[in-house]
């Protein structure tokens, strides 16, 4: 199944990222900790080029803290990207990220100049609580929902820095189909724009391969399923989600896996790793170049017709009718429509 969702207001952000980020020294790009590939903006790379990033995975407290440390390694051995892990809980460690953008940027500390970020997240990442945890006081609108942001506004944190916020943007196409489960599954995409069951099941399939001790001891299950139409019908009977004749209420019970997920009430759980990824990243190029490849042939072959029709002796198509010509001469017998059955009468044309 394929999750798409990109308001007119995403690609006006975009539009507006793009002209402003020559203007910024470092860029800050919040993601979430349990899908930090899913939640990384494959356009914000291509727009930030060689310019400083920190990478802050935000609701490090509902991931796995193992999966965490493995994700700062990977992308610390990026090029001009260090990493901050955050949690609401502890403000503390998240204004440490302002002496992080100076230890980033050290010949514009001390003097007169300003340094200028940018702070940019996908939907519901946990930006606008950053920046009020930042500043100390109610800045940015917040909620646990996507797209509260809508415009930019420029914050000053204070020691020099001039921080930029921008609403969260999604991308136009999710290529990576799990990537697209994964932003529903975390709430990055609105419930309306995603089917819940589809997106349960993708959840539970998961989950029980890298997480079965979480939900046997969550859901007091007697053994873990083996696959996740059982785990879900097991969900069902335990929270009674069930229609007449015992049979699992789909909507419901996945509306319960995704929202407990979410909720952190399942555990800590992180629903990808770097080896996932990459391999990910093989799959969706090469299903990439397949559509290419048959857009390609399908293509050729359509301009191949066309040449051959060209080249086939004689006027094949069909000729005009000449009755008009022998009505306008005055020959030719009077050209009666097909007439209707009974009716003595004949049909009128269609228009």
């Known amino acids: 199944m394929s999750i798409q969702w990109y308001p007119g207001h995403m690609h006006k952000a975009q539009k507006e990222i793009k002209e402003v980020l020559p203007q910024v020294d470092l860029l800050i790009e919040v993601l979430d900790a349990r899908i930090p590939y899913s939640s990384e903006n494959p356009h914000i790379a291509e727009l930030r080029g060689d310019k400083p990033c920190i990478k802050v995975l935000s609701k490090t407290d509902l991931a796995d803290p193992e999966m965490t440390a493995q994700w700062q390694e990977y992308f610390e051995r990026q090029k001009g990207v260090k990493t901050i892990g955050i949690t609401t809980e502890q403000p503390a460690k998240t204004k440490q990220l302002v002496e992080l953008c100076k230890k980033m940027l050290p010949d514009k500390v001390g003097g007169v100049k300003t340094i200028y970020t940018m702070i940019v997240g996908i939907p519901n990442v946990g930006k606008s609580t950053l920046i009020n945890t930042l500043v100390g006081r109610p800045i940015a609108k917040t909620g646990n929902e996507p797209a509260v942001t809508k415009g930019q506004q420029r914050i000053n944190l204070g020691g020099g820095i001039m921080l930029l916020d921008t609403p969260g943007i999604l991308w ?7 990537s697209g489960y994964r932003l529903a599954a975390s709430g990055a995409i609105k419930d309306t724009a995603m089917e819940y069951a589809d997106v349960a099941y993708f959840t539970a399939e998961y989950l029980l391969q890298a997480y079965p001790e979480l939900l046997k001891a969550r859901y007091d299950l007697d053994h873990i399923p083996d696959n996740e139409v059982e785990l879900m019908d097991m969900i069902a009977a335990r929270r009674g989600c069930l229609r007449s ?16 997920l979410r909720d952190g009430v399942l ?9 996932m990824a990459a391999a990910e990243e093989i799959e969706v190029a090469e299903a990439i170049a397949k559509k290419e490849e048959t857009k390609a042939k399908r293509l050729a072959n359509s301009k191949k017709g066309t040449r051959d029709f060209d080249k086939r002796p004689g006027d094949k198509r069909p000729k005009a009718d000449t009755n008009i010509n022998r009505k306008k001469s005055g020959g030719g017998a009077k050209q009666k429509g097909p007439r209707i059955a009974g009716s003595g009468k004949p049909n009128k044309p269609r228009r």
């Open 172 to 178: 136009p196409k999710v290529e990576n189909p799990k």
């Open 267 to 275: 555990g800590r759980i992180t629903l990808e790793s770097p080896d």
């Open 245 to 260: 004749g015992g049979i699992a209420d789909t909507h419901k019970v996945s509306e319960i896996l995704i929202n407990e």
